[in-house]
Structures are given as structure tokens and as C-alpha cells.
DNA sequence: CTGAAAGCGCTTACAG
DNA sequence: CTGAAAGCGCTTACAG
């Protein structure tokens, strides 16, 4: 008995083949249709439509890609547990489509590392990657020799890829100054080590504190909740203990908002706390975080701009922008008590 | 001047052909070596890899699914901003290359409707689908008559499509039944409408209060910390003050805990506070959630496998899968005091 | 191992 | 509008 090629599967996927014949027309035409070309009728454009609607017609991206060779993807380097990359994905979206391309995501996780991710947009041949968080120069560098690449977040500088970062040292010299202002004198920093933007914001807050004659206490820390709940530790370990703390980031904060609040302390009563970023996070209720907000969606507008830019434009020189940050006064800034 | 062809952009990718002119080999060879095929000597896998190597080549990905007709791609829809779904994803990346499937992702964001993310995934032609999250039964059933489909979290049946659900209402029990062993009467339930397991988790809790002769009292809510800072505000109006509280989920409970402590009281000191999920955020050391845990690795295997079998195995009767959840007792629940 | 060949599902000119 | 044709970068037999 021959084979009939129905395998009761449901993933036999018709083609445009299969649509041409049901309509009457040609292969090419069905692609043109698709493609939003001129050169079919109003008509015919709705006949193929309607059998495409009818057949579950969808034309394969792998085969458009080959054949056309010009991808209209953005390939989008992320991590999925950090929620500041998840706001930035959210934005990116929107700003893509706005100029006609697609997002793949590759997804950086435990078990997976940022070089799996890497291979796996190239593999699909995105027309450029944009790389969300930490990357050293030597990685960004290589990946740039690849591919058309925009680093997002990293301060780094180099004629082969294009940087959108934040005015970090800025927007930390803002919110120690909210702190000064409202009258604070013993302000600790806990830090963000080696990531994105944790120099800059260590530097801001040093200047500040300089500035105004008062000593800087750096705790050691890193962009996560845990390490904000371990901070407070430290933290009630001092002696007195400091009025207000400026955190790396927003998960930073907010750990150490609750950590603070479960030892018992109030929070801006005993502590005031400043974040970074301007996550969902922070603008939770519960939380009314008073922080420094990047610019979310000017960041995503200038990552896809600058992807655009080089893809559709031609542009081939380095393009580093910085986007201004500024301070979001909350719930868990107040003068201090003591 | 004819155009040599270097454009001087990065983007012009190395073929099969390159290496293969680069080693003196046919492509075909090379093709066998990289798909990990016998046929070639030891010695040429090394010097096919070492030119691939120094070309800075990767298969197109496009062109391998479009000619080897077989997809090795897994697509999962899911939602960045939740994260129980990103948890999920975490583990299925493992579980899917243990089987030699890579994974793609279609994000479903305030954006980019779901319809969007499922067109994109079936434009790559993903041998399979993992749906995670609320799908109706028509939109699961519409889906799974274009391609394999296992719906992951959803109490839907179904002869089209795979399920794997958590035993919610079991769950639920658990959950309640310890805090009545630990002496509560007076528990109050805030539920997630119409999110997946809600239902169950509801039937759950009633089930339990009406054995014991407590009187059931559901505060509406969503799977939300915003929903559950809402919740808090509620509680506080009940005369006499609830001293625990079974909350739909862990993002809920979270929002809980955190404004009961924001409006002075201790957690589990005056209320005792019991999630779902068993989350990451529920072990963060300053949350220290008790909550029932869902089997986030046996629910990625579980669904993972089911596609595999349906793929590989040849299967086409529906397999819906239920897996156990767990108490786990940490730092929000005690004796009430009153 | 080689080498020529076919073909996956499309896009893209091109003559009619 | 049609229709035949070429080709994207691969995989997959097949004869040698």
C-alpha cells in the first residue's frame, strides 16, 4: 500500500504551493500578496487571504530567510530572571515592530551561557543582536566582528559596536543629594560590585559625599534581594546606625526595605532607602521605593535605532549613547529622626 | 569597477562551501561532521572543525530545518513579567537538550497579544508547542490542531493536546490543614479568580474549613503582589483581624506579607501567611515564605517528555499529567497569639 | 571518503 | 497578472 503522506499528525503545514492551487494562481503571486507588494488586485488579495485563512496557511520563516537573505530579526541577548532586562524586553517589542523587524530572544540562564545564546541568534541569522547586561570588552568585541551589535547597559567604549547605557554617576550623585537635602549625614552605599554601572554609581555617590565633608561607607554587594537582606545586616550592625542607605539597584532596595521592616525598624522612620532603575518592582504599592529611573523605553528606542541605523542606513562608525536618568521621589525617603 | 563583494559590514556569513574549499573536502563531508554522522575519519573532524574555527562558521539554522524537513526546536510561550513562568523556562532549557531539542521562545508581553507570539512560533516551525499559562479550552483546542501542543498549568481536557497541572485543590488542603494544626480558626482565603488553578486552590481551601466547621471567607484577588498589597488593606478592616491568611499564589502572599509589616504588624507574629507556587522569591531569605511547592522541574520534564513522545514516539492519545505539590514549612506561619 | 544531484519553501527578477 | 527559472544554505541518498 503506498503511503497517502497523512500521518494523522497535525504538523503537516500547508504551503504557498498549496494556497496558489486553491486560489487559481500562481506561486509568486501568492508571495506577492503576502509580501504586501503591488502588482495584484484588491480582489485577488482577499481571495488569497481567504484560502490561507481557510488552509492555516503561514509562510515559513526559514525558507523567507534563505531566500531572501536579509533577515528582519533582532536577535535580543537577555536574561530572563533579571527584571530589568524583562521591562527593557517589553519595550524593545513595540520599538521593533515600529520599524518592521522581528525579535528573537536568547535567553541566558544557570544552566545556559551567554555563548549557547549567542550561537543559537547566529544560527538564526539575525540581522543584529542587541545584548542586554554584563559582557566584558573582549566579549562584546569578538561578538561585534560577527555581527552588527549594540551593548546595552556596559559601560564600555570601542569602534566596532554600538553602547546605549544610563548616566549612572548622575544619577547616583541625585540621589545622595536627595539624601543630603533632606538632611542626612551618615549615608551608606551598598554596591554592585563588578556590574553594569556599579562603578559609575559608586563614584557617584563617593563625589557627593565628598562634596558635602561626610564619610563614605561602601558595603560590598551585588543587584540581587539577597544580598540587599545581607546588607541590612551589616547595617544594624553599625554603630550608630546610618539614616539612609543607597542601594546599587532596585532589587538591592527592596531587600533591604523588607529585611529592615522584618528586624522590626521602620522604613523611612528609622531608614531611609534609595534604589536604582525604576523597575516595576519599585513602583509596586507595597514598596513605593524612591529611586533613580532609567529612561526604559528611551533605551530600547535607542537600542533598536542604533541596530536600524546600521542595518537599513549604512551606518558603520561606533554610536555610544547615554540616556539621562532621573530621580523618582517615593515612600522610603524622609529627613531623618535622629 | 565590479563589486568584490566585501561590503565591509560583519554580516556576511561563512557557508558549508567556505570550509569545505578551506579543508579540500566535499560539503557533503562537512555536513557529516558537524551533524555528528559517521563517515568521517577522526582526523578530518578535527581539521573541519579547526577551518570552521578560524572562518568564524555556524550552520544557518534556517537552512537546516528548511532542508532536514525535522524540526529540533521546541517553542514555549510564555509571559517574561511572571515569574513562575521564568522559573519554568530554567528548567526546560536542560530538560529539552537532553533530548536534542533546542528551545525557542515566544514571549507574550502588555504588547504582544498571544495570537502574535503562537504566529510567530509556528512561522518557525517549532516541532512542538509548550503552552505555559491561562489558554481557554478554545484557544488551546484551535492551537493543538496545527501543532503538538502541551498546555502547562491550565486544568483543561482535551483528546487534541497534552496537560501537565499541578494537584491544586490537594494542594490547597495541605496548605490549610497546617495552619489549623497549628491552632488557627479564623483563616482567611485570597484567591486568584480566574487564573489557572484558582479554582481548585478555592474548592481546596473551602473543603478544609468546612471539615474542620470554620466559616469560609474569600477575599477576591489575582496572582499579583498588587493584588495582594489590595488584599492586606482588606484584612485590616476585619474585625477581628484574620491570623492567617491562604493566598492564591507566592507573588500574592508576597504583597501580603510586605504591606502587614509596612502597616506595623508582624508576619507570622500577628498573622500567619501561606503562598502557592514555591517560587524563587519565596525563598529569598528576607521572605522566607511557608507555601505549597509546585514541581517547577518535574512540570518542565513532564512537559517536555510529553511532546517528546508525541514527536518522536509517534503518540497521539492525549496524556494529561498531574504532579504533587508539596507543604513547605518556612518562617511566615506560627501559633496565632490571640 | 568524493561528487553530482535533488529538493526543502520560499523570493526575485523577467519575458510574456 | 502568469509561468518558468534560478537560487538561498543546507541535508540526504547514491554510485563510485
Redesign the pocket.
Known amino acids: 500500500m503506498p503511503n497517502t503522506g497523512d500521518t494523522g499528525r497535525p504538523n503537516r ?5 498549496d ?2 492551487a486553491k ?10 500578496v ?2 504586501g ?1 503591488e ?7 482577499d481571495r488569497v487571504f481567504q484560502a490561507a485563512a481557510e488552509l492555516g ?4 520563516t ?3 530567510l ?5 533577515s528582519r530579526h533582532l536577535g535580543v541577548l537577555y536574561t530572563p530572571a533579571e527584571p530589568f532586562h524583562v521591562d527593557l524586553i517589553e519595550a524593545i517589542y513595540p520599538m521593533a515592530e515600529k520599524h518592521g523587524y522581528d525579535v528573537v530572544l536568547g535567553a541566558q540562564t544557570p544552566t545556559r551561557a551567554m555563548t549557547k545564546a549567542v550561537e543559537e541568534l547566529l544560527g538564526f541569522r539575525t540581522a543584529a543582536v542587541l545584548l542586554l547586561g554584563d559582557a566584558t570588552l573582549a566579549e562584546v568585541t569578538r561578538l561585534a566582528a560577527r555581527v552588527p551589535l549594540v551593548a546595552v547597559g556596559p559601560h564600555l567604549r570601542g569602534d566596532a559596536f554600538d553602547t546605549v547605557s544610563s548616566d549612572d554617576s548622575r544619577g547616583a550623585r541625585l540621589a545622595v543629594e536627595h539624601l543630603v537635602e533632606l538632611g542626612h549625614r551618615h549615608i551608606v552605599h551598598v554596591d554592585g560590585g563588578v556590574k553594569a554601572g556599579a562603578a559609575d554609581r559608586r563614584r557617584g555617590y563617593r563625589a557627593v559625599m565628598r562634596k558635602h565633608g561626610l564619610p563614605a561607607t561602601i558595603i560590598p554587594g551585588a543587584y540581587t534581594e539577597e544580598s540587599g537582606a545581607l546588607a541590612a545586616r551589616e547595617l544594624l550592625r553599625c554603630d550608630p546606625l546610618p539614616t539612609a542607605v543607597f542601594a546599587g539597584n532596585d532589587r538591592c532596595a527592596v531587600g533591604i526595605v523588607h529585611a529592615l521592616r522584618r528586624f522590626g525598624l521602620t522604613v523611612p522612620g528609622d531608614v531611609s532607602v534609595v534604589g536604582f532603575d525604576g523597575s516595576r518592582a519599585a513602583q509596586l504599592p507595597h514598596i513605593d521605593l524612591t529611586t533613580v529611573r532609567q529612561d526604559i523605553s528611551g533605551t530600547a528606542e535607542a537600542a533598536v535605532e542604533s541596530a536600524i541605523e546600521r542595518l537599513d542606513d549604512g551606518r558603520t562608525e561606533a554610536k555610544h549613547v547615554i540616556r539621562k536618568t532621573q530621580l523618582i521621589v517615593r515612600g522610603t525617603t524622609a529627613p531623618p529622626k535622629r
Chains 1, 2 share one sequence.
Open positions: 503545514h500547508p504551503t504557498m504551493a494556497v496558489a486560489v487559481g494562481v500562481s506561486r509568486a503571486l501568492v508571495s506577492i503576502f509580501r507588494k502588482g495584484a488586485s484588491q480582489e485577488t488579495r496557511y503561514h509562510p515559513d526559514a525558507a523567507q534563505l531566500r531572501s537573505h536579509r
